[in-house]
């Protein structure tokens, strides 16, 4: 059964940091560009980061740049997300999702097959 679990969100002051993480059962994480996505109440998703399975390339949205970190394990069958000086605005559920195309080529969650339950992420004082 493919299945992707995502943890480590919850309450954090402004400026602190939290790592999230998208563990994988039923199939190998490797194989697959991994995105990272977050939706806010009353907002639609939107994507935040993304991992090429081909070339392990990165990339980010504008709003997360330089201050969030995607990666890999590849013995734990795990992405993580690496969030660093977060903002209110930062707050959401944050889901991962899998993408059997080898690059990462669009920001669209259609564009995902496999999705987590999420985890929240909350940026309050």
């Known amino acids: 059964q493919v299945q992707l679990v995502e943890s480590g969100g919850g309450l954090v002051q402004p400026g602190g940091s939290l790592r999230l993480s998208c563990a994988a059962s039923?199939?190998?994480?490797?194989?697959?560009?991994i995105g990272w996505f977050r939706q806010a109440p009353g907002k639609e998703r939107e994507g935040v980061s993304c991992i090429s399975s081909s070339d392990g390339n990165t990339y980010y949205v504008d709003s997360v740049k330089g201050r969030f970190t995607i990666s890999r394990d590849n013995a734990k069958n795990t992405v993580y997300l690496q969030m660093n000086s977060l903002k209110p605005e930062d707050t959401a559920v944050y889901y991962c999702?899998?993408?059997?195309?080898?690059?990462?080529?669009?920001?669209?969650?259609?564009?995902?097959?496999?999705w987590g339950q999420g985890t929240q992420v909350t940026v309050s004082s």
């Open positions: 999702a899998t993408d059997f195309t080898p690059h990462c080529s669009t920001w669209s969650p259609t564009a995902y097959d496999y």
């Open positions: 039923g199939f190998t994480l490797n194989y697959y560009t």
